[in-house]
Nanobody
Framework: QVQLVESGGGLVQPGDSLTLDCVGFGSTFRTNNMGWFRQTPGKEREFVGGISRLPNRTYYEDSVKGRFVVSLDNAKNVVYLQMNSLKPEDTALYYC???????????????WGQGTQVTVSS
């Protein structure tokens, strides 16, 4: 069993940076691959970025490549989503999720956090 708790969302201006945190609880957290997703009203949950355990690599959705960075602190059981050069279209409810697979598909993720809202507006 894995529990995930996100934090760090807020209201920022275009061009700003923001870092989301996701703390994981549970004995299997350190064996799970982690992903970040986002969702806006009326749309499906969209993969943003992820990090796999073995091999240790990150992967991103095209629209955030070069702007967003996913990283992992194993000592603290925390996965981060650093978001730079934020745009209004990045506005969404952001979720972290855990999976036994290194995947971009939401259906493959077994555990989800409650979400944290990011709003990019001038």
């Amino acid at each position: 069993q894995v529990q995930l708790v996100e934090s760090g969302g807020g209201l920022v201006q275009p061009g700003d940076s923001l870092t989301l945190d996701c703390v994981g609880f549970g004995s299997t957290f350190r064996t799970n691959n982690m992903g970040w997703f986002r969702q806006t009203p009326g749309k499906e949950r969209e993969f943003v970025g992820g990090i796999s355990r073995l091999p240790n690599r990150t992967y991103y959705e095209d629209s955030v490549k070069g702007r967003f960075v996913v990283s992992l602190d194993n000592a603290k059981n925390v996965v981060y989503l650093q978001m730079n050069s934020l745009k209004p279209e990045d506005t969404a409810l952001y979720y972290c999720a855990a999976s036994t697979l290194p995947t971009t598909r939401a259906i493959d993720y077994n555990y989800w956090g409650q979400g944290t809202q990011v709003t990019v507006s001038s």
